[in-house]
Nanobody
Framework: QVQLVGSGGGLVQPGGSLRLSCAPS????????MGWFRQAAGKEREFVAA????????YYGDSVKGRFTISRDNAKNTVYLQMNSLQPEDTAVYYC????????????????WGQGTQVTVSS
């Protein structure tokens, strides 16, 4: 069992930035494809971003392209989601997830999920 420990959520004003972090407890982050998903109140969970295990190729949901950046720091055993130009519609619980394979990483068929961290964008 892999435990994913996420952090970095909070309240930010529109146009602001936040960085989310996620680390697999007791495991090596480079062993997994890593993804971020989010779920706003009353809506289905949606894909935000992912980074492959091999070659660190990145993928983004249409609503966050050009504003969010996913990255992985193997030395710190952590994956990040840098979120810039945040808007109220970005308000959601953000989930980190790990996948044993690089296949279908924009789907929600991940093997392990974090507990979620709240991001609220409001003035």
């Amino acid at each position: 069992q892999v435990q994913l420990v996420g952090s970095g959520g909070g309240l930010v004003q529109p146009g602001g930035s936040l960085r989310l972090s996620c680390a697999p407890s007791g495991r090596t982050v480079s062993s997994y494809a890593m993804g971020w998903f989010r779920q706003a109140a009353g809506k289905e969970r949606e894909f935000v971003a992912a980074i492959t295990r091999i070659n660190s190729r990145t993928y983004y949901g249409d609503s966050v392209k050009g504003r969010f950046t996913i990255s992985r720091d193997n030395a710190k055993n952590t994956v990040y989601l840098q979120m810039n130009s945040l808007q109220p519609e970005d308000t959601a619980v953000y989930y980190c997830a790990a996948h044993n394979s690089d296949s279908a990483i924009i789907s929600q068929n991940y093997d392990y999920w974090g507990q979620g961290t709240q991001v609220t964008v409001s003035s």
